[in-house]
């Protein structure tokens, strides 16, 4: 499985932005499509964005289309997320997955995990 390294957390002020990175040690990074997901505090982990192994097709939550932007980077083994106009409900551990199946989005189907980074929201 993919060793996968989350970073680019931090505390934000509400309307802020932040960018995400997802870094894979994994040199068959490219074959795989990732997403992100998170976990509100005392809540389940739920999907974010995914991006393809190609990056030609993007797919996102509705809660966050719009604000957010999945892309990729195969060339240095590394996913992003960008996110714009933060709200205080998008506070959460953010975390990316890989898969080899783009059609995924259920948490429970994913293998290869990072160790998360908290993103945290304020008003």
């Known amino acids: 499985q993919v060793q996968l390294t989350e970073s680019g957390g931090g505390l934000v002020q509400a309307g802020g932005s932040l960018r995400l990175s997802c870094s894979a040690s994994?040199?068959?990074?490219?074959?795989?499509?990732m997403a992100w997901f998170r976990q509100p505090p005392g809540k389940e982990r739920e999907f974010v964005a995914k991006?393809?192994?190609?990056?030609?097709?993007?797919y996102y939550a509705d809660s966050v289309k719009g604000r957010f932007t999945i892309s990729r980077d195969n060339a240095k083994n590394t996913v992003y997320l960008q996110m714009n106009n933060l709200k205080p409900e998008d506070t959460a551990v953010f975390y990316c997955?890989?898969?080899?199946?783009?059609?995924?989005?259920?948490?429970?189907?994913?293998?290869?995990w990072g160790q998360g980074t908290q993103v945290t929201v304020s008003s």
């Open positions: 997955a890989a898969t080899p199946d783009y059609r995924l989005t259920n948490p429970a189907d994913f293998g290869s």
């Open positions: 994994e040199r068959t990074f490219s074959s795989y499509n």
């Open positions: 991006i393809s192994w190609t990056g030609r097709s993007t």
